[in-house]
């Protein structure tokens, strides 16, 4: 394991850290068979899928949405919780981690066991009508959304929206403020699968780094933030095996 020396770094700061936070991007996901948005092989080198986010389109069309979506979302129930997901789980409830911020809207970290998730992206677990109040669960839209069908509202007729948050929409102020609090109170920030290309919360890390805190960055494709990080490796996958074995073994 040529990483070794900086998966025992890391390993000994997540256990030395009083207030250890994770961070985590589409790259925790890839390895449970999820593609992500930028990469090589990303979700954004398909025809019309930078649609799919657009909260006009949405508006306008919903179905371009659905259409688009209905295997990336609505086929997530056939995926399993990665390695890192699971590790996270695992040193949640070892009161090691104290939070786990998350870019993702796969609810795989709730799904390995995850228990404090901050979702500032927004979350598909509740779809919400267009028109007026009516809001209703994932599992409820989801066998009409598979179909690349649009769930309507049974109140008013008008489209269901998933509670994701579209380009052109506002990150939820609840989840970025619980975000940023978490931040600024971290020791250890541990940065995982996120190019941190995505603002506002591309720039979380620079709020660790502030009051003195230091953060670890795990991506396969370099950051603008690498040169501030503490560690930088690049293999999610055998980090965490590392860190399962080394701290939850």
């Given at each position: 394991?040529?990483?070794?020396?900086?998966?025992?770094?890391?390993?000994?700061?997540?256990?030395?850290?009083?207030?250890?936070?994770?961070?985590?991007?589409?790259?925790?996901?890839?390895?449970?068979?999820?593609?992500?948005?930028?990469?090589?092989?990303?979700?954004?080198?398909?025809?019309?899928?930078?649609?799919?986010?657009?909260?006009?389109?949405?508006?306008?069309?919903p179905s371009v949405y659905?259409?688009?979506?209905?295997?990336?979302?609505?086929?997530?129930?056939?995926?399993?919780?990665?390695?890192?997901?699971?590790?996270?789980?695992?040193?949640?409830?070892?009161?090691?981690?104290?939070?786990?911020?998350?870019?993702?809207?796969?609810?795989?970290?709730?799904?390995?066991?995850?228990?404090?998730?901050?979702?500032?992206?927004?979350?598909?677990?509740?779809?919400?009508?267009?028109?007026?109040?009516?809001?209703?669960?994932?599992?409820?839209?989801?066998?009409?959304?598979?179909?690349?069908?649009?769930?309507?509202?049974?109140?008013?007729?008008?489209?269901?929206?998933?509670?994701?948050?579209?380009?052109?929409?506002?990150?939820?102020?609840?989840?970025?403020?619980?975000?940023?609090?978490?931040?600024?109170?971290?020791?250890?920030?541990?940065v995982l699968g996120s190019s941190l290309?995505?603002?506002?919360?591309?720039?979380?890390?620079?709020?660790?780094?502030?009051?003195?805190?230091?953060?670890?960055?795990?991506?396969?494709?370099?950051?603008?933030?690498?040169?501030?990080?503490?560690?930088?490796?690049?293999?999610?996958?055998?980090?965490?095996?590392?860190?399962?074995?080394?701290?939850?073994?």
């Open positions: 394991m040529k990483n070794e020396t900086a998966y025992r770094e890391l390993a000994d700061r997540i256990a030395a850290a009083k207030h250890c936070v994770a961070f985590t991007g589409a790259g925790v996901s890839t390895l449970s068979g999820i593609r992500d948005f930028r990469g090589k092989n990303g979700l954004y080198t398909l025809p019309e899928t930078d649609k799919m986010f657009d909260i006009e389109v949405f508006r306008e069309t659905y259409r688009l979506a209905k295997e990336f979302i609505y086929g997530l129930q056939e995926k399993e919780p990665s390695i890192v997901h699971q590790v996270l789980a695992g040193l949640e409830s070892r009161g090691i981690l104290k939070a786990l911020i998350t870019q993702n809207i796969d609810l795989l970290h709730q799904k390995a066991g995850s228990k404090h998730v901050i979702e500032v992206h927004g979350s598909p677990s509740r779809h919400s009508c267009t028109h007026c109040s009516y809001s209703t669960t994932f599992e409820d839209v989801v066998e009409v959304a598979r179909k690349g069908e649009v769930p309507l509202c049974p109140k008013c007729g008008y489209a269901l929206k998933p509670n994701i948050t579209f380009f052109g929409e506002a990150l939820p102020f609840a989840a970025i403020t619980e975000a940023q609090n978490e931040c600024n109170r971290a020791d250890l920030l541990l290309t995505v603002y506002p919360a591309a720039a979380l890390p620079q709020l660790t780094l502030k009051v003195g805190g230091a953060v670890a960055v795990v991506n396969e494709q370099p950051t603008y933030f690498d040169g501030y990080a503490v560690l930088r490796c690049t293999d999610l996958q055998e980090c965490f095996e590392y860190l399962e074995h080394t701290l939850l073994g």
